[in-house]
C-alpha cells in the first residue's frame, strides 16, 4: 500500500472513525468525501472537511478499498513463529500522524508468549506513546491488540501502555530516523 495517496474518496455506508489528534470516536455518514492521505498497515488517515480522521482497515469497504486478510500460520507453528508473525502485525500499526510503524518508533518495550493447556497462546505486550499525553494511545493500543488477536492460534491479548521508561528518539530504528529525517 502506499504511504501517502490523496486520493478522492466517498464514503459508501456509515462508518466509524477516529479524529486525529484527539482520538474521539465519530461516524462517517454516507455520501461524505474526502481524501485519503495516508494508506498503512491496513488503516487510513484521511481528510474530510477540514480534519483528519482515522478509519480501520477492518472498515475499508466503506471507502471503496479491500479490507486485509489476517495472517495465516504454519501448521504446527511454534512460539518463534507465532512470535514472528506478532512482530510483523505489529508492524502494520501506523501512527496515524508519523508515517512510520510502532515497531520502527521504538513503541514496543515487550512481547511475552504464555502457552495455555488447550494449545492456543495468550499474549502480553507492552507499549509506549512517543508523548504521554497523546490522544490517540488507545487507539494504538487497540489497533495492536487487534492484529495480534486476528493470528491462528492466539486466544487472548493484553496490550499495555507503559511509560518507563521514557520514549526518546534513540529507541526508533535507524530507517524510521532516516524516513523522519532525524538521520
Not at 456509515?14 to 468525501?33: Q, Y
Request: aromatic share 6%.
Amino acid at each position: 500500500m502506499l504511504g501517502h495517496l490523496n486520493e478522492p474518496f466517498t464514503v459508501e455506508r456509515d462508518v466509524s472513525a477516529v479524529i486525529i489528534p484527539i482520538g474521539e470516536a465519530v461516524k462517517l455518514c454516507k455520501g461524505t468525501v474526502g481524501f485519503i492521505t495516508q494508506a498503512l498497515g491496513g488503516s487510513f488517515t484521511v481528510y474530510v472537511e477540514g480534519n483528519l480522521f482515522r478509519i480501520a482497515g477492518a472498515d475499508a469497504d466503506a471507502i471503496g478499498k479491500e479490507p486485509i486478510e489476517p495472517p495465516s500460520v504454519p501448521e504446527n507453528a511454534t512460539d518463534d513463529d507465532i512470535e514472528g508473525i506478532i512482530w510483523n502485525q505489529l508492524k502494520t500499526c501506523y501512527d496515524p500522524e508519523i508515517p512510520v510503524n510502532i515497531v520502527d518508533l521504538g513503541l514496543i518495550y515487550r512481547c511475552e508468549i504464555t502457552r495455555l493447556p488447550n494449545g492456543d497462546r495468550s499474549i502480553d505486550v507492552d507499549m509506549t506513546l512517543t508523548a504521554p499525553g497523546c490522544g490517540m494511545g488507545e487507539i494504538l493500543v487497540q489497533d495492536a491488540q487487534e492484529k495480534i488477536a486476528v493470528i491462528p492460534t492466539v486466544a487472548d491479548v493484553r496490550v499495555e501502555l507503559v511509560f518507563d521508561p521514557p520514549w526518546n528518539q534513540t529507541m526508533m530504528s535507524d530507517e524510521a530516523r532516516l524516513q523522519t529525517g532525524l538521520m
